[in-house]
């Protein structure tokens, strides 16, 4: 079985323990709306944009764990697909990887709207990716050349991915705001399917 990244280890770790704690921090009563999603961003299947009505569950400190973890993942995922997209060659993962893009921009967009509404300092707890080990697999990405590319992201957008789905997945088990709850399902489900299509892509 393909190894999980340090960050996803620790952040899961971090959202069991938070499960135990379990103390919510806020009781939103207004949460803005995510805005609908575009047709591009549903081209991946599972597409994690949430479309559901808010809800008047409290949101628990380990939502906005979650919520700040995966806002930083997707700058993170967005910055592996722009890096690369003017030098993919084949069709089919050029394809994939702008759906990627579209979904989680959208998702990314979703979630920076709800965090404020978390309760004071929720924003500003927004995880930052740099320094979590992946600045080698973005050096892969910059140095590689032109021949090796579309392997290189394959690699390096997989990895990334079942880390996002790994996250997703501990969420749904421990999380406590049945919205956020939704969302993980959803993007454990869509970036699963990413993985694999990214294995299968020649």
Do not use: K, Y
Request: proline share 6%; glycine share 6%; charged share 25%.
């Amino acid at each position: 079985m393909p190894r999980r990244s340090h960050l996803a280890s620790l952040v899961v770790a971090l959202l069991l323990t938070s499960a135990c704690a379990g103390s919510p921090t806020s009781s939103p009563s207004a949460v803005p709306q995510p805005a609908p999603a575009s047709p591009a961003g549903s081209a991946v299947a599972g597409s994690a944009v949430v479309g559901s009505p808010a809800d008047a569950a409290e949101m628990s400190g380990i939502d906005v764990v979650f919520l700040s973890t995966m806002v930083g993942h997707s700058e993170r995922t967005l910055q592996i697909v722009r890096l690369a997209r003017d030098r993919v060659r084949d069709d089919a993962l050029r394809t994939l990887t702008a759906a990627i893009e579209a979904t989680e921009a959208d998702e990314l967009s979703t979630m920076r709207g709800w965090l404020p509404t978390a309760g004071p300092g929720a924003s500003a707890a927004v995880h930052q990716h740099e320094g979590h080990g992946d600045e080698a697999a973005l050096d892969r990405l910059r140095t590689a050349p032109d021949a090796d590319v579309d392997r290189t992201l394959r690699e390096v957008l997989a990895d990334h991915q079942r880390a996002a789905a790994d996250l997703a997945r501990a969420q749904v088990g421990v999380g406590r705001n049945e919205r956020v709850r939704d969302l993980a399902r959803r993007i454990e489900q869509s970036r699963s399917a990413e993985v694999e299509l990214l294995r299968g892509t020649p």
